[in-house]
């Protein structure tokens, strides 16, 4: 069976982390992620790139 390649990620794997210690968490890289995702739900289309011809 082939290796699987890694995927390198800015996002911080949160997966096992109850939602109740990632409000308490101050960890820069855990508030950036979240406020990258906060600001994806906000705005998706804006995370789309394209051009108009």
Known sequence: MADTPEIETD???????PLSRLRTMRNP?????????????????????GHES
């Not at 890289?29 to 790139?49: C, F, K, S, T």
């Open 29 to 49: 890289a855990v508030d950036q992620a979240a406020r990258r995702l906060v600001d994806e739900i906000d705005d998706p289309q804006g995370n789309v790139g």
């Open 11 to 17: 996002l911080v794997d949160v997966t096992d982390v």
